[in-house]
């Protein structure tokens, strides 16, 4: 069982920046890979990026290349989420999520969820 909790979520302006955290439980952090996603309101789940347990590969979607970098310190079973030129489409609740198995950008694929933290950028 890993359970997760995410921080560093709130109200930015537009080309701003945030970095979102999440803190695992467990001693086998590493053997999980990692992500975060996120869900604007009216819309589905979607996949933002993800990190081997290694951290030796990352994975991005499209719309934050180059602008969002996913990283993790596994001595601190947490990852992160580094937001920079924010836009105010990135509103949304952002969760992490942890899998023992390869990375997927299927939502429903991921074992373990953490309750979110809202993310608003102003226009």
């Known amino acids: 069982q890993v359970q997760l909790v995410e921080s560093g979520g709130g109200l930015v302006q537009a080309g701003g920046s945030l970095r979102l955290s999440c803190a695992a439980s467990?001693?086998?952090?590493?053997?999980?890979?990692m992500g975060w996603f996120r869900q604007a309101p009216g819309k589905e789940r979607e996949f933002v990026a993800a990190?081997?347990?290694?951290?030796?590969?990352?994975y991005s979607a499209d719309s934050v290349k180059g602008r969002f970098t996913i990283s993790r310190d596994n001595a601190k079973n947490t990852v992160y989420l580094q937001m920079n030129s924010l836009k105010p489409e990135d509103t949304a609740v952002y969760y992490c999520?942890?899998?023992?198995?390869?990375?997927?950008?299927?939502?429903?694929?991921?074992?373990?969820w953490g309750q979110g933290t809202q993310v608003t950028v102003s226009s």
């Open positions: 467990g001693r086998t952090f590493s053997s999980y890979a």
């Open positions: 990190i081997s347990g290694s951290a030796g590969s990352t």
């Open positions: 999520a942890a899998r023992l198995r390869i990375i997927v950008t299927v939502s429903t694929h991921w074992d373990y």
